[in-house]
């Protein structure tokens, strides 16, 4: 066998033990305030749009405040959501009933991320482990919108069709 085989062979030997302890847990960053921020005046407003929508209709469930943050045209890729603002508010309303909006995202943010006209919601996600009942794991959940004459006109996630 070849010096440069055996060594890559030795390389991936050596590091299979690290690799099946490798998943670091993902974590919320606490610091809000400097995850909003930005030097560029409509990437700060764009970031703070998609929080607070997240903060007052998602979590806090005032479907009254979507026409605030959602264009009426709102195109949703979520294949459990219809499409539409009126669409939004239908689905939404049956599941988050109104309470008090909190002062920040309740949900463990990672990263609020914003390019251009997207904004990218980051989340720490904790779900069941399929290989063992008892015990979970973290993983990340993506939200990213499109802003468009200072509403949210478009989602994207990760969600698959709901089987229910």
């Given amino acids: 066998m070849p010096i440069f085989f055996r060594g890559l062979a030795l390389a991936v030997s050596l590091s299979l033990p690290l690799l099946a302890h490798a998943q670091l847990p993902v974590q919320a960053n606490p610091d ?8 560029d005046a409509g990437l700060a407003a764009n970031k703070r749009l998609v ?3 997240w903060r007052e209709v ?3 469930g005032h479907m009254e405040l979507a026409d605030k943050y959602l ?10 959501v219809a499409t ?30 914003a390019e251009g006209d997207k904004v990218i919601l ?6 069941p482990d399929p290989k063992v009942a008892s015990k ?29």
């Fill in 32 to 39: 809000h305030a400097a995850m909003l921020a930005s030097a």
């Fill in 51 to 53: 929080y607070d929508f």
């Fill in 58 to 60: 998602f979590e806090g």
């Fill in 71 to 80: 264009a009426e045209s709102y195109m949703q890729h979520n294949p459990s």
């Fill in 84 to 113: 539409g603002r009126a669409g939004f508010v239908e689905v939404f309303s049956k599941f988050v009933k109104p309470k008090e909006i909190q002062a920040r995202v309740k949900a463990p943010l990672v990263a609020i991320t």
């Fill in 122 to 127: 980051s989340f720490v996600s904790t779900v």
């Fill in 136 to 164: 979970k794991y973290t993983t990340t959940w993506f939200d990213m919108f499109r802003i468009e004459n200072g509403k949210i006109a478009e989602h994207w996630d990760p969600a698959l069709k709901d089987s229910h």
